[in-house]
Structure formats: structure tokens, C-alpha cells
């Protein structure tokens, strides 16, 4: 998985409470991503990264907020999590160190989270 | 907005046969198209990429097509084998813009 962690890899949680899902890079790329994956939508996108301090909405930002304040590290935080954030979550960086939006992507092993 | 479309949600082919999956979408062609497979729980893994000035890529028993002018991408498996099983997703690039991704196609191949 191209030296990229999530924490946790399963979680379960209750409605309204607060989670952080932690994305771990060892590549020092410069873009990151955070997708969510359900059934009959395919990925995606929920926030982006640029660099540090830089990040930016995707397609289904709602509800979520995201953290970037060393290079390897991207934080999805769901500040209330509801019943319909239940997904499968994945990070991504870009192939390349400098890559950009077009650059391929490399996909972490994903977080199963369940909102009850 | 952009609409993604992948051939059935599921495809059942035999070993041997060639597994061909399509993706369709709408409006303006991307500058990129991508293909990913996918196993069961884990991330997607990226395969080929093919742009929009190319006909035809090639990886060993993988091929891709990217038709303009239909707005559809082909993607063909030679030679399947039970180990091809796995959901195939493609993705679009547009300048400036991040990746969409399709629904996926879940190809099972049979013994």
C-alpha cells in the first residue's frame, strides 16, 4: 500500500459523537486525499490536501473537516458523526512527490466506520 | 456535471474468455482516464492509464481503449484467470481538476 497507514481500520461509534480517522504517509508526497466509498456510488472525494495547512473541499465535504500539519500526517474528523457518514474510508496520496490533481494515486487499506 | 457509467455492476465469465468492461461518461472528454482494481477489503491499486490523444494502451494481459467520440473507455482482461476476480473502477481526470471515479465492476472469473 505504497507506505500509507489509516487508523483505525474498523470502528464503530455511536450518533453525535465525535471521530478522527488518522492517514499516515511515509512517501513525503505533497497531495493527499480522503474518499469515501458506499455501495452504487463508488469513491468519493471528501477533502484534499495540497501541502501543510493546505487543504481543500471535494464532492461530498459535508459534515467533515480535515487537518494537515506535518506532511505525513492527514486527519478526517467527523465532528458529529451521523448514521449516514457509515462508509468505508479511504486515503490516497499522489504517485509522485510533487504530483497534482492528474497525478495516479495510491490508496491506503481503508477504515470501516459504522455510525449507529 | 460530470456522469461516470460502468458496464454492469457485475460481470460472469469463464476462465479463458476475455473479460471486456466498459465505462461510459458524459460531457467533456477527461485528459486521463484510469483503471484500478480493487479486491475485497482493501484500497484500489492502480493498473493503466491512457489519454485522451491515445487510442490503445497495453499491460501484459491488460487492455485499455479510449474512444472520444462515443465518450467510452474499454477495458479488456485476455486470458482470465479466477485470479482476475476483483471490482475494476475507472477514473476520469480533467485538468485541474480531481479524480471522479465510476461505480466499479465486480468480474468474477469461473473455474
Known amino acids: 500500500d505504497a507506505g500509507i497507514t489509516q487508523s483505525p481500520r474498523h470502528k464503530v461509534t455511536e450518533t453525535g459523537t465525535p471521530v478522527t480517522l488518522r492517514c499516515h504517509q511515509t512517501e513525503n508526497h505533497r497531495y493527499m486525499y480522503w474518499y469515501r466509498q458506499d455501495p452504487g456510488h463508488g469513491l468519493r472525494l471528501i477533502h484534499y490536501?495540497?501541502?501543510?495547512?493546505?487543504?481543500d473541499k471535494g464532492e461530498v465535504s459535508d459534515g467533515y473537516s480535515v487537518s494537515r500539519s506535518k506532511t505525513e500526517d492527514f486527519l478526517l474528523t467527523l465532528e458529529s458523526a451521523t448514521s449516514s457518514q457509515t462508509s468505508v474510508y479511504f486515503c490516497a496520496i499522489s504517485e509522485s512527490p510533487s504530483g497534482g490533481k492528474t497525478d495516479t494515486q495510491y490508496f491506503g487499506p481503508g477504515t470501516r466506520l459504522t455510525v449507529l | 456535471s460530470q456522469k461516470i457509467e460502468q458496464n454492469s455492476e457485475a460481470l460472469n465469465i469463464q476462465e479463458g474468455k476475455t473479460a471486456t468492461l466498459t465505462c461510459n461518461y458524459t460531457n467533456y472528454s477527461p485528459a486521463y482516464l484510469q483503471w484500478y482494481r480493487q479486491d475485497p477489503g482493501r484500497g484500489p491499486v492502480f493498473l493503466l492509464l491512457i489519454r485522451e490523444n491515445e487510442k490503445e494502451k497495453r499491460k501484459e494481459r491488460l487492455k485499455v481503449t479510449f474512444d472520444t467520440t462515443l465518450k467510452q473507455s474499454l477495458f479488456h482482461i485476455t486470458a482470465s484467470q479466477p485470479a482476475d476476480s476483483a471490482t475494476y473502477l475507472c477514473a476520469l481526470v480533467w485538468y485541474g481538476q480531481n479524480f471522479v471515479f465510476g461505480p466499479g465492476t465486480r468480474l468474477s472469473v469461473l473455474p
Open positions: 490536501s495540497y501541502g501543510v495547512k493546505d487543504t
